[in-house]
């Protein structure tokens, strides 16, 4: 049983942005001014990755710990309302980031994925393993 009114429900999920979020904008910034050039959002690159380097073939997704099913056999009775809804939308998305990484792999692309409080608590972690996966294509 949900908590808010059908329109209430709406109203929220509509606020939830799936572009230039906070760790986004964070993880930009702090490669931007080590001057790394990178698209954002590619379109042409399947999936949609939130940065993306193609003369590299890296992909870069920043994910969200709740949307994106961190330690979510633990995590999923920590939900009290909605249950049915949110199983069902975070194991999809589950699903999807899954189908994602393996469609770019097959695609000899890197996939570099971020969990937003890695990149919070952490940027130069972060900034490290992608300057590495550039080193790593440089020459291939």
Known sequence: ?????????????????????????????ALWKKGYRYR???????GNPDFTFRKYKIAIFC???????????????????NTEFWYK???GNIARDKNVNETLLKNEWKVIRFWGNDIKKNIDFCIRQIEAAIEER???
């Open 1 to 29: 049983m949900d908590v808010h009114t059908p329109e209430q429900r709406k109203k929220n999920m509509q606020a939830i942005k799936n572009k230039k979020t906070k760790i986004e904008e964070l993880l930009a910034k």
């Open 40 to 46: 954002r959002n590619n379109k042409s690159v399947y």
């Open 63 to 81: 994910d969200s710990e709740f949307f994106h099913g961190k330690d979510w056999e633990y995590q999923k009775y920590r939900i009290k309302t």
């Open 89 to 91: 939308k975070i194991e």
């Open 138 to 140: 440089k020459y291939v």
